[in-house]
């Protein structure tokens, strides 16, 4: 047993920022890197077709290459107690959390946890450097994301973790296929796959809120009780009320839109800017000319450079 006054620590390789790659997210990298694994991206270079114009990584794709080298991997919903484990196992967690500006979500890896200073480390890519980040904070934000957790572990380490009952395997899985499997078969295909999943793992809030996004993008009414499950399994799930406001707005339910977008906000003011700018524009419809500017004014506030800084300038000193 530790002592409540240890801390505990996963020592990560360094690995720049500039390697990353749309296929092989950096905290993929690290961690394949950490169990002995030099992944080269140009394996899947004749992929590139695939993700034309992608600006972000690709999770599936890095988790894939790792399997590739031998790896195995884990998806699934994890707690605060399962990543100190891990890290008392020497395995390192990668989380999914919530991005800020305009970044929705990022990936972040658990090296390490302090009990008596109740911190949760995490990896930063410069020597002797790490992120500590008080656990009532990394817990909220978490819970945004579901809990995601992806582990990625030799097989034989693998072996010891498939004796566990790790929750929503398959669906979480799954749901980070999506953004592959969209662009190489019908949409429809994608949703029927992830439904059956959702028969099997139906409490997982994850992916409903998946779901509920798939038939948003062909604009279904479906999407709103995908939503709607997905909030009422967890309340803190920002990007479904996200979802429901950006629905609601392109058909024009603005009073609806605003609700839904003031329920993200309330989970997560500095969360994504842009959704201050959807917001006003809700507002302005609804007649709410005073509450809109001040979102605009807010939007540039948490996104300085914003591309479209002079038009939103411009609608400011309108209203």
Same mark, same amino acid.
């Given at each position: 047993?530790?002592?409540?006054?240890?801390?505990?620590?996963?020592?990560?390789?360094?690995?720049?920022?500039?390697?990353?790659?749309?296929?092989?997210?950096?905290?993929?990298?690290?961690?394949?890197?950490?169990?002995?694994?030099?992944?080269?991206?140009?394996?899947?270079?004749?992929?590139?077709?695939?993700?034309?114009?992608?600006?972000?990584?690709?999770?599936?794709?890095?988790?894939?290459?790792?399997?590739?080298?031998?790896?195995?991997?884990?998806?699934?919903?994890?707690?605060?107690?399962?990543?100190?484990?891990?890290?008392?196992?020497?395995?390192?967690?990668?989380?999914?959390?919530?991005?800020?500006?305009?970044?929705?979500?990022?990936?972040?890896?658990?090296?390490?946890?302090?009990?008596?200073?109740?911190?949760?480390?995490?990896?930063?890519?410069?020597?002797?450097?790490? /992120?500590?980040?008080?656990?009532?904070?990394?817990?909220?934000?978490?819970?945004?994301?579901?809990?995601?957790?992806?582990?990625?572990?030799?097989?034989?380490?693998?072996?010891?973790?498939?004796?566990?009952?790790?929750?929503?395997?398959?669906?979480?899985?799954? /749901?980070?296929?999506?953004?592959?499997?969209?662009?190489?078969?019908?949409?429809?295909?994608? %949703?029927?796959?992830?439904?059956?999943?959702?028969?099997?793992?139906?409490?997982?809030?994850?992916?409903?809120?998946?779901?509920?996004?798939?038939?948003?993008?062909?604009?279904?009414?479906?999407?709103?009780?995908?939503?709607?499950? @997905?909030?009422?399994?967890?309340?803190?799930?920002?990007?479904?009320?996200?979802?429901?406001?950006?629905?609601?707005?392109?058909?024009?339910?603005? %009073?609806?839109?605003? *609700?839904?977008?003031?329920?993200?906000?309330?989970?997560?003011?500095?969360?994504? @800017?842009?959704?201050?700018?959807?917001?006003?524009?809700?507002?302005?419809?609804? /007649?709410?000319?005073?509450?809109?500017?001040?979102?605009?004014?807010?939007?540039?506030?948490?996104?300085?450079?914003?591309? *479209?800084?002079?038009?939103?300038?411009?609608?400011?000193?309108?209203?």
């Amino acid at each position: 047993m530790h002592s409540q006054s240890e801390d505990q620590m996963i020592h990560l390789p360094i690995v720049t920022k500039e390697s990353e790659h749309v296929y092989l997210p950096l905290v993929v990298n690290v961690v394949s890197k950490y169990w002995g694994e030099q992944i080269d991206v140009n394996e899947v270079e004749g992929s590139a077709e695939l993700y034309r114009g992608v600006k972000s990584t690709i999770m599936i794709e890095g988790i894939e290459l790792a399997e590739k080298h031998g790896l195995v991997s884990y998806i699934y919903k994890g707690s605060i107690s399962d990543v100190k484990k891990r890290v008392d196992q020497g395995i390192p967690s990668i989380v999914v959390m919530p991005g800020i500006q305009e970044t929705i979500q990022h990936a972040s890896i658990v090296c390490g946890y302090s009990n008596d200073e109740r911190r949760i480390f995490t990896y930063v890519p410069e020597p002797d450097t790490i /992120g500590a980040i008080p656990e009532v904070m990394f817990e909220n934000d978490w819970e945004q994301e579901d809990m995601t957790t992806i582990v990625i572990v030799p097989k034989d380490i693998g072996a010891i973790l498939e004796k566990e009952n790790l929750k929503f395997l398959n669906s979480n899985r799954l /749901g980070f296929e999506v953004e592959k499997m969209k662009r190489q078969i019908p949409i429809n295909e994608v %949703i029927q796959r992830l439904k059956l999943a959702l028969r099997k793992e139906e409490d997982n809030a994850q992916a409903w809120y998946i779901l509920g996004s798939l038939y948003n993008e062909i604009n279904l009414p479906e999407c709103i009780g995908c939503y709607e499950k @997905a909030v009422s399994l967890n309340p803190k799930l920002y990007l479904a009320y996200r979802g429901l406001g950006n629905y609601y707005l392109k058909n024009k339910e603005f %009073i609806k839109a605003e *609700d839904q977008y003031t329920k993200a906000i309330g989970i997560n003011a500095k969360r994504y @800017a842009s959704i201050y700018k959807n917001r006003a524009v809700a507002r302005t419809e609804i /007649g709410k000319h005073t509450e809109a500017k001040h979102d605009l004014v807010e939007y540039l506030a948490q996104l300085p450079n914003a591309h *479209d800084r002079k038009s939103i300038e411009e609608a400011i000193r309108e209203r």
